[in-house]
């Protein structure tokens, strides 16, 4: 089941949110990348977190990626072809899950 705190602690949005918005999209390219650059992301004991990604951020890529999960089958993922897997000793990641094993990672890390 879908949790929908992290919806409601959200404050409204407002159209100067954008460019931070925007940052924190550009900054997941960094964190995210393409599969080799999550292979390594996982491979690592701490995920590399790219200058200028806060928490408020990575809660904002945490939402992103979680929605991934959920709708995974349905959100493409730019450049990578459908059904990519990526193999970390006998564990199988899809790239939404990928994604959100290393923000989650991330979040926990900076343990703020």
């Known amino acids: 089941m879908f949790d929908h705190a992290w919806v409601d602690s959200l404050s409204p949005w407002r159209r100067s949110d954008m460019g931070r918005e925007l940052k924190v999209m550009v900054l997941s390219a960094q964190l995210w990348g393409d599969p080799d650059h999550l ?8 995920p590399e977190i ?11 890529l945490w939402g992103i990626a979680r929605m991934g999960l959920i709708f995974g089958d349905r959100i493409p993922t730019r450049g990578t ?8 000793g006998s564990r199988r990641f899809t790239i939404h899950e990928a994604r959100y094993e290393i923000v989650r990672r991330a979040i926990k890390s900076r343990a703020y």
């Open 39 to 46: 292979t390594r992301q996982l491979l690592a004991a701490s």
């Open 81 to 88: 072809p459908a059904g990519t897997q990526i193999i970390i």
């Open 50 to 60: 790219p200058a200028g990604l806060d928490h408020q951020g990575l809660c904002t």
